[in-house]
């Protein structure tokens, strides 16, 4: 049997998780990534990044394949895949982790469940199992019994147990697909029921789990299938054990052809998370900040100092390395393990888990919402924030070569402060009240002296500047500056007319560390959009919307970055920001449920 072997040359991938892993499935069916057991964990599913080894995946190749279909059931995390071949036979995958609520908590295996049925005529299929160990160094120890088979991973046993003949899938025999088959990939332990009753059972189930947990999604009245889209792919990347959310789940996917800029997403930015936190908040689904809280107050230290990153289980040390085991995405290296930002000084950090923190003072659903003790565990990190909201630092580019005292980070720094006045104020703790606002007031008259520039007649993007970044554009969005103010308006016009090519959005255009940046940074793209609606320009909002809607890929997901002139994907995927600014840009610009009744 011979067949192509699936293109992984684009970014057009589907994503199945539920909180405990997440896998990445091209548009035939391949599992192409999968970290196991967790998000951090060795990609045992690595053949997105081109293993030296053959194999990192997990196939069910049809024979004579002509054409795919892919879609995600609606409102659910579940994906179906139909192939084709040139004679009229046909099949469909159904793939999906396990989530249910069980015994008063979640059911969520490290565990994929494949439900694979003939739809046309008799297609002849074979299935590859390959997974491979030490980031693709080799293939693992293997060993099979009558009805399972199982690979010796380096932090964890994977066994597969499946209703077709094992020899079929232990020798990857070709065969007529006659009948249904399901096949759960999970822990190494032995499956006491009926696998098909099993696999049917747990789609069930975990439909009606996500369907349940769309309905209580307060979305806009317009782009709904894009906002649950993005809020489903949110949800996947919170690591629910420690309550990180990881800003990707992959490593390494180049910002552009053949750049060096290959970066491991697989850690919880804290910035990241709180954009997160707070695009699911306007959403209702305050589950994911009240978890991320329980993250933060584990790693956050008595003097309120935090790192920029962290790892899912609390790591403060990740350092970066490469892996010469995978040759990269399209075999652009390097692949690299770890990432060395958490060294850096990124003093906005303080600001963003504060923002991320403020609403569960002010929530009156929360089952445990904020109190006096609670606001004196975030206080630390406002002492730290107005110590540091005029010392240079990376900034959330996280430049590697330079520092400067940023206007984002100075902003943020004054968010920690503002958000505590309110705070105090909200839980009637006087003395407090003008000790925040204050410091608060302080900095926001050094931004505005020192982040102005008079000749140019906009921010820019560091004290004493003369550049611009995509940042500015959300000194609005935090209430640092009213959305009508000329200031605001004259920055966002100057953003438009020198990072804007197309349709899209630099972060910045100066050199950095690694030359010119040459794709558009997703969420700045979002980010210029909800400006252009604060600012009055909502028409000219709302059509370029709909235009980065339409680069959405086939089941509605988002990379970092896009290329200008070929609208091609490019970074890691899928990326929580670019689905934070798709949430915030569709709350903003829909018009109002009044208009449908």
Known sequence: ?????????????????????????????????????????????????????????????????????????????????????????????????????????????????????????????????????????????????????????????????????????????????????????????????????????????????????????????????????SAITLKLCQYEDSGAIIAAMTTSIPEAPDTPRTWDYRYCWLRDAAFVVRAL????????????????????????????????????????????????????????????????????????????????????????????????????????????????????????????????TAVMCWAACDRLAKIAAQLGIAERIGYWRERADTIRARVLRDAWNAQLGHFTDAFGSDRLDASLLLLADVGFIPADDARFVATVEAIGRDLKRGDALFRYIAPDDFGEPETSFTLCTFWYIDALAAIGRKDEARDLFERILAKRNHVGLLSEDLAFDSNEAWGNFPQTYSHVGLIIAAMRLSRSWQDAS
């Not at 795919?68 to 059931?73: F, T, V």
């Not at 950090?349 to 445990?368: E, K, N, P």
């Not at 540091?388 to 959330?396: I, W, Y």
């Open 1 to 229: 049997m011979t067949q192509p072997t699936p293109d992984t040359a684009t970014l057009d991938l589907g994503v199945i998780g539920n909180g405990s892993y997440g896998a990445l499935i091209d548009p035939r069916g391949r599992v192409v990534w999968s970290c196991l057991p967790t998000f951090d964990g060795d990609p045992a599913f690595c053949a997105l990044l081109s293993p030296v080894q053959a194999g990192g995946d997990f196939a069910v190749e049809l024979e004579d394949f002509a054409r795919a279909e892919q879609h995600y059931i609606e409102n659910t995390a579940i994906l179906r895949t139909v192939l084709h071949d040139g004679h009229g036979n046909a099949l469909e995958i159904v793939d999906f982790a396990p989530r249910w609520r069980q015994n008063g908590r979640f059911y969520r295996p490290v565990m994929l469940i494949r439900r694979i049925r003939p739809l046309a005529g008799s297609p002849r299929v074979r299935i590859l199992i390959r997974p491979l160990a030490d980031w693709g160094a080799r293939v693992p120890d293997i060993s099979w019994g009558s009805n399972h088979m199982r690979w010796l991973l380096p932090e964890f046993a994977l066994r597969l147990t499946g209703s077709a003949p094992i020899r079929m899938l232990r020798d990857a025999l070709p065969f007529v697909l006659t009948q249904p088959i399901d096949l759960v990939l999970g822990p190494d332990e032995s499956l006491q029921r009926n696998v098909g009753e099993f696999a049917r059972e747990a789609l069930e189930r975990t439909t009606d789990y996500w369907r349940e947990w769309v309905r209580y999604l307060s979305i806009p009245l317009e782009w709904q299938e894009a906002v649950i889209r």
């Open 281 to 408: 908040n306007r959403l209702g689904a305050t589950r994911s900040m009240e978890e991320f809280l329980r993250y933060i107050f584990n790693i956050a230290t008595s003097d309120g100092t935090l790192q920029p990153l962290y790892g899912i289980g609390f790591e403060t040390e990740l350092h970066e390395e490469t892996v010469d085991s995978l040759a990269g995405y399209r075999g652009m290296g390097p692949v690299r393990r770890g990432n060395l930002a958490w060294v850096q000084k990124q003093h906005d950090v303080y600001g963003s888990v504060m923002l991320a923190s403020t609403q569960l003072f002010f929530d009156r659903r929360l089952a445990q919402p904020g109190t006096a003790d609670t606001f004196a565990r975030l206080e630390p990190l406002g002492e730290r924030a107005f110590a540091l909201h005029d010392q240079p630092d990376a900034g959330l580019w996280e430049f590697r070569g330079r520092a400067h005292v940023h206007t984002y």
